[in-house]
């Protein structure tokens, strides 16, 4: 099945920062990479997603980009803010059946 | 409004000791699956189901089993729950598997 890695699994970072978090996947037919945003004591919430045939996208701050070829795909978060504190977690998804995640990556945004 | 409910939100219980976790949404969505969350894991897929009366295993399945016979609802059932079993649980409801997915507020289950 799919393996789904996630690194790093922790990352602080200076207000106004960028913070890049990264995640590998293992099954070549996967076709859509999620991420999802965990504020502590909430439910995950997606923030931004990809498609196979999409090498990149973005949402104001935030971006994703997918490499195919390596089978890796990265969140880039700009200009960061406390609100962003949280736990992110990447997934891919084996065609329209499983969805994997990556063991996720607390992010600290320092003032 | 849209959403997904999960009930109970906390339980405590001991070795053995059948319990479900009950899951409903009003999105209408085709896809519902179940996750647990631990510390440094992530959130790992238990089961999942495309439609109703069909279900498959995702990556933790053991000692976990499911229904669904209503598009609506998606009940967890431990039959005989053991302490590793303590987790965060986490329903979720989407059009597909390759959609967003809509989690409840989640399961708080200790099982002493």
């Known amino acids: 099945g799919e393996n789904v890695e996630q690194h790093p699994s922790t990352l602080s970072v200076q207000e106004g920062d960028s913070a890049v978090i990264k995640c590998t996947y293992s099954d070549s037919a996967s076709n859509y990479f999620p991420w999802y945003k965990q504020e502590l004591g909430k439910r995950p919430q997606l923030i931004i997603d990809?498609?196979?045939?999409?090498g990149e996208k973005k949402d104001q701050r935030i971006a994703v980009t997918l490499n195919k070829t390596a089978k890796h795909f990265s969140l880039h978060i700009t200009e960061t803010q406390p609100e962003d504190s949280a736990v992110y977690f990447c997934a891919a998804s084996e065609g329209d059946y499983k969805l994997s995640f990556g063991a996720g990556t607390t992010v600290t945004v320092r003032a | 409004e849209a959403q997904v409910t999960q009930n109970p939100r906390y339980l405590i219980t001991v070795t053995g000791k059948k319990l479900t976790v009950t899951c409903s949404q009003n999105?209408?969505?085709?896809?519902m699956s179940w996750y647990r969350q631990d510390p440094g894991l992530g959130l790992r897929q238990i089961y999942y189901s495309m439609n109703v009366e069909v279900t498959d295993k995702g990556d933790v399945p053991e000692g976990y089993k499911v229904s669904r016979k209503e598009k609506r609802n998606f009940p967890l059932i431990l039959e005989s729950p053991s302490p590793n079993q303590t987790s965060l649980y986490f329903c979720a409801s989407s059009l597909g598997a390759a959609d967003t997915q809509y989690f409840g507020p989640g399961t708080r289950l200790t099982v002493l």
């Open positions: 999105m209408n969505h085709e896809y």
């Open positions: 990809i498609r196979s045939n999409v």
